[in-house]
């Protein structure tokens, strides 16, 4: 009788242990899940982000090859002007 008493409270203790361990084992899995979870988050984001930012160039690109942007360089550049632009200049 004092045998399975001793062997009862030897097993419920090495059962205490392991709940103990795997309460904290789990924590801090839910830590890194977390931490994971937000990274990827960031991630996302930047993402997103960045695809936003390839559009704009893809756009800027595009413009830069129209003749729109062809004429408004040759006017501020190279101070061109088209057949019927009515030219003002300032006289000192």
Do not use: H
């Amino acid at each position: 009788m004092r045998q399975n008493k001793a062997a009862m409270l030897g097993i419920t203790f090495v059962v205490i242990i392991l709940m103990v361990v795997l309460l904290i084992y789990g924590r801090k899995l839910n830590t890194r899940l977390a931490n994971g979870e937000a990274r990827i988050n960031d991630l996302l984001e930047q993402t997103e982000q960045e695809d936003q930012r390839t559009e704009e160039i893809r756009e800027m690109q595009e413009y830069m090859q129209s003749d729109e942007y062809r004429e408004q360089v040759a006017k501020e550049k190279l101070g061109l002007v088209n057949d019927d632009d009515i030219v003002f200049k300032e006289t000192e």
